[in-house]
């Protein structure tokens, strides 16, 4: 009975793994296919400024084609483990003990976390592993998805993760659960007209700062969150603390953006991030222009 269960879980990850060389292959050839007809330019000239290469640079396009090849291939392992159960993230994705520790402690003081990610690798694999280690934790997300997010975000939910879309609603949920010491996830690199003139890759660009504003009003930690691929269907959670130091919320924001800079330098190929960063770029998709305004954003706090 032992030897029939061993063989029938070997078949299965022999299944497992030719399905995931499939995709990884036809991954490749979908990023080529798309970038050599034109397609994400918005990725192309984030990419040129972190290369420091010319948007008609052979070297570049390789670049481009390998990033888009890369966020393919995490969406292909996030589907596969996905499949395998909720059991599968946490085995997946493996979150650094230290930031693990920093996060309790501070929960264990009644203070509320922040966890400010980057789109680096798989997001969705780190923040899902994250929600199985603090179950509570809330996801603040897109106000109006397209539909391909809302189906992911229905994927999301199943796996126990608080999603609420942005609204005068989820800012003030969120900001109960910070005074209450619980815990908030937030993207902090997809640029926004309603966003704070910063500095990222020594160029100017609106970036969000409301993590910094709802940290700053509920007395809450940052921890700087960012995900690295090791291996075929294995991934790696880092967080980094960081402090406010003795300037304003702007200040604080920009210093997250320095630790995220550091990461994204060291595996651009991982940083997938479509939207234009930067003024000479391409104009964004409305998508992407989700933040809501300063002003609303802290009456919404004070309340």
Known sequence: MTHKVSAKASHKQSFVIWVRGAAYKLAAILARFLIRRGQFRGLRS???????????SPLLER???????????????????????????????????????????????GRGVILVAAHTSSLDLYMLAMSRHFPGMQALTLPQPALNTRIMNRLRSKFGMQLTPISSASLRTAVRRLRKGGIVGIAADVPTQYGAQLSLFGRPCRLPIGHTRLAAATNSAILVGVSQR?????????????????????????????????HILARP???????????????????????????????????
């Open 46 to 56: 984030n990419l040129a400024v972190i290369y420091d290469l010319p948007q008609d």
């Open 269 to 303: 190929q991982e940083w997938f991030m479509p939207p234009p960063l930067w003024p000479s770029a391409p104009e964004a998709p409305l998508l992407f222009q989700h933040r809501l305004p300063p002003a609303l954003t802290r009456r919404l706090i004070r309340r």
């Open 230 to 262: 090791v291996g075929p269907g294995q991934y790696r959670g880092l967080g980094i603390e960081v402090h406010p130091g003795d300037g304003d919320e702007e200040d604080w924001a920009a210093a997250t953006l320095k630790v995220l800079e550091h």
């Open 63 to 109: 670049r481009v084609i390998e990033n888009l090849r890369n966020a393919f291939v995490c969406y292909v392992d996030f589907f596969i483990i996905a499949c395998q159960g909720p059991g599968a993230i946490e085995a997946a994705c493996e979150i650094d003990p230290a930031a693990l520790q920093i996060i309790e402690d501070h929960l264990a003081e």
